[in-house]
């Protein structure tokens, strides 16, 4: 061998030892300040974890969350990313870039501490993906940003999707695919010859963009209420579709999406709640008959995305707040690792009591994404439901206990692919005997191909 292959070599081989004995010895972090989540722990081994495979995930995970300057990388990264802020008049911003939607984040997630978990990456899907609605703050921390006076045609294809910011607000624009919600429509008229017994329902939110946005950037494309009604029309006529959109319209001043998470407050998932209720011919449930539970100073999922940017600096000097409306039927829930419903553990529909290091609060509801959840009311109906969801519907389940006695709630995030346990459909709500199955999404999924496909999974063919 040339001594310059030799060289070659060792310059190779050198930083590797370097960063491999720094790795050893250095202490490592808990917490990314960059990221403002949880790191990976440091899994222990076991034999068994390694025949199946676990421990080497794990200690993945662990290592790539931990290893030496990741902060300082991470950073730098973040800042490289301001090249790709793009003004759209009225001083608001575009940042062009997907939104990782991830496979679910429970409380049981946890690096023992009660603090969240890095969240599992999102299916691939090649398409530019979109947060789902955000609620805004209680009457205590009402966005100090007022819906903004329309602003003249950006020069930037919003189409694309990517992150608008407004003041302290942060939207994501979810774009409509006509193909995509045909095959959404389609797989649910599958389920409903399938199930011709049962009440099948749709209900499709929209996130927080059609609400605060400037008019002038709602393009064709990212009109959610005209996505959502041309997709209902897609239905087969006995599918019981839900109108979400107006009465969280009407109430659009309120505090109902995070300014800056992907989700929607407790207060957005009720009016939406009050829009189910006039499709089953409910009586909903008064405001003022919940009991309140609230969190200060949560900075969600969209800040995350965007912190290094500029533009950030306003959305966090003015945090969400999370605000759970307890459950007014008494009830037992216990959830589940996969559709068997062995060996379950109790939680509740919102979480009072978690840790000050858990930085999703959101969490809360229902402690986060389970795979199944069984809750059982003294509601006294004689109703039985399936809600099949993703993080969305997590905030909406405690307004369905005083209308069933039996609520089954599935993740299709945790099913059907990736080593994860099977569930199918029409199987389980035969199992289960209940009589509506409520499939509830919000805008960005019947437009996604990697959510569409997921959730066929558990869908008839």
Known sequence: MKKWDILAVFTFLIPLFVFGLVSVYDTDPTVSKVENRTLAAKPAFTAQGLWENTFTSAFEDYYADTFPGRESLISLGMDLRRLYTLPVGGGNTVIQGDFDLGTGESLEDTDGTGAQASPSPAPPTGLPASPSPQPSPSPSAQPSTPTPAATPEP????????????????????????????????????????????????????????????????????????MIENLYAMYDPRIVTVDSYTPIEAHKDDYLYFRSDHHWTGLGAYWAYTGLCDALGYTPSELDSFE???????????????????????????????????????????????????????????????????????????????????????????????????????????????HYDDIYVIDYRKFNRDKLPSLTLTDFVKKTGVQDVLLVSYCYVPNEAGFTNWIAGMMPR
């Open 155 to 226: 020069d930037v294809d919003l189409n694309q999707g990517g992150y608008l910011i407004i003041g302290d607000r942060i939207m994501h624009m979810s774009y409509t695919s006509k193909e995509r919600c045909q095959t959404y429509a389609d797989m649910l008229g599958r389920l409903q010859n399938a199930l011709p017994d049962n009440r099948v329902i749709s209900m499709v939110l929209p996130n927080s963009f059609p609400f605060y946005a400037p008019s002038s950037q709602i393009t064709k494309s990212l009109n959610q209420k005209e």
């Open 292 to 402: 309140t539970f609230t969190y200060e100073g949560f900075l969600g999922s969209f800040y995350r995305e965007v912190a290094k940017y500029p533009q950030a600096q306003a959305v966090k000097d003015h945090p969400d707040t999370v605000t759970g409306y307890l459950p007014n039927t008494p009830y037992t829930a216990l959830a589940y690792k996969d559709a068997s419903m062995t060996d379950g553990w109790s939680i509740p529909m919102f979480n009072k009591a978690l840790s000050a290091g858990n930085t999703n609060k959101y969490v809360a509801f229902t402690n986060g994404d389970q795979a199944v959840i069984h809750i059982e009311t003294e509601a006294g109906s004689g109703r039985s439901i399936v809600v099949i969801k993703e993080s969305f519907g997590n905030a909406l389940i405690p307004f369905l206990l005083p």
